[in-house]
């Protein structure tokens, strides 16, 4: 615990000093920012494409087994009680 705290406070301080770099320093190193939002960014979108996946397997699922039903149920009715 005390460590996470440690590097999320060195992340904060790090991050302060890069936007104030970027503000008032003419020489600004905006790759670095882009590079640092582009990793907090793509942390988060790739969980949400996880979980996402994970819906989308399970949705599938459950749609392919009641068309397996369906149709199970169709093809049987219609032979034996037609």
Known sequence: MPA???ALKSYL???KSL????KWSPCANF???DSMFYRIYFTFYRIYLIR???LQNLFCKILFRFYIR????RIYLTRFYN
């Open 13 to 15: 301080c790090k991050v």
């Open 19 to 22: 936007t104030f770099a970027a």
């Open 52 to 54: 996402f996946y994970i």
């Open 4 to 6: 996470m705290m440690y």
């Open 70 to 73: 369906i149709h199970f149920y």
């Open 31 to 33: 790759f670095l920012i």
